[in-house]
């Protein structure tokens, strides 16, 4: 199991920017791929992006491509979303996720941090 823990979000304003970041702890962190998720209210959590520990491979959801960028800092054990030009419809609770599959399902997770809100108002 890892633990995970999100912090960075807030409030800001239409093409403004935010940085989140989710601390990880646990053993043979390497080993996992980390997401972040996001989950508005009414709506499914979807997928957002995912990174690999070891490879830093990366993928980004079509509807974040050139706005969102993840990151890792291996040193720090920190997984890291920028998020720039948010738009209104990017409101929602964001949550980074550790699992063993490098995709974009739900599924393919199984430790989830608390979640942290983001509000973008237009």
């Known amino acids: 199991q890892v633990q995970l823990v999100e912090s960075g979000g807030g409030l800001v304003q239409t093409g403004g920017s935010l940085r989140l970041s989710c601390a990880a702890s646990?053993?043979?962190?390497?080993?996992?791929?980390m997401g972040w998720f996001r989950q508005a209210p009414g709506k499914e959590r979807e997928f957002v992006a995912a990174?690999?520990?070891?490879?830093?491979?990366?993928m980004h959801a079509d509807h974040v491509k050139g706005r969102f960028t993840i990151s890792r800092d291996n040193a720090k054990n920190t997984v890291a979303l920028q998020m720039n030009s948010l738009k209104p419809e990017d409101t929602a609770v964001y949550y980074c996720?550790?699992?063993?599959?490098?995709?974009?399902?739900?599924?393919?997770?199984?430790?989830w941090g608390q979640g942290t809100q983001v509000t973008v108002s237009s």
């Open positions: 990174i690999t520990w070891s490879g830093g491979n990366t």
């Open positions: 646990g053993r043979n962190l390497w080993s996992y791929v």
């Open positions: 996720a550790a699992g063993r599959r490098f995709g974009s399902a739900r599924g393919d997770y199984d430790s």
